[in-house]
């Protein structure tokens, strides 16, 4: 039987069991879903159509993590909360193709976009992906899913859009800036999935859990107890 990756750690809300995973998404357990939050497709052609230098191989390193996840998950859907593409630009021929093979691999899997504010100026996914996409907040009974962090009565948001990040400061005062989940009263932050899309640093409030991954390990920053009840 699939186990979820190793360093990963498994929380509880609205009574659904989540677990994070170090490559910065969340398996939801009950639904064999992965949330992948801001992927980002194609960051680095726009950049590189717009004659500014950046390396290649982003979107193959990319799709080879999601790989990875879904064997050891055994995820049978995939929910991206937003941007999906970064932009226009990076539509470059050789990353959807890498995207079309990637999908034809995973022929069963399900796929859902919940639309982030980068796939309005994008589009879609083409079509041959069979990604279906909807407007956020979505509903999936505990949860809403969404690209930005909203505030959603009776359900507990999972979001994306900040790209949440947290310092780490040590005795000799050497720090580290890591990505992170952030889980809140009632809405969850989870990490940029893309590797080019920057991080943006978040204030903690009384009674947030947050854990930073070190991309082999989730480790927990704030909050008492990693595996307590959220109710959402």
Request: glycine share 10%.
């Amino acid at each position: 039987m699939p186990v979820a990756l190793p360093g990963s750690i498994a929380i509880t809300v609205g009574g659904d069991e989540l677990r994070l995973l170090p490559d910065r998404a969340v398996h939801w357990v009950r639904t064999s879903t992965l949330l992948i939050a801001d992927p980002h497709f194609g960051k680095a052609a726009t950049f590189r159509a717009a004659g500014i230098y950046v390396p290649s191989g982003t979107t193959g390193a990319a799709l080879d993590r999601l790989d990875a996840m879904l064997e050891s998950t055994g995820a049978q859907r995939i929910v991206f909360l937003g941007d999906f593409l970064h932009a226009r630009e990076g539509r470059h021929p050789s990353t959807l193709a890498a995207i079309d093979a990637w999908r034809s691999r995973h022929g069963s899997v399900d796929m859902l976009l919940v639309r982030g504010n980068h796939d309005r100026r994008a589009g879609d996914p083409p079509a041959s992906l069979r990604i279906a996409c909807v407007d956020g907040p979505h509903a999936e009974p505990p949860f809403a899913l969404a690209h930005h962090p909203v505030q959603v009565d009776g359900a507990y948001v999972l979001a994306g859009h900040v790209h949440p990040a947290a310092r780490l400061h040590g005795a000799a005062r050497e720090h580290a800036r890591l990505p992170c989940f952030q889980f809140g009263a009632d809405c969850a932050l989870l990490p940029a999935f893309g590797e080019f899309t920057g991080l943006a640093d978040v204030e903690v409030s009384a009674g947030d859990r947050v854990w930073v991954t070190t991309g082999t390990e989730v480790i927990a920053l704030a909050g008492d107890d990693p595996s307590r009840s959220t109710s959402g």
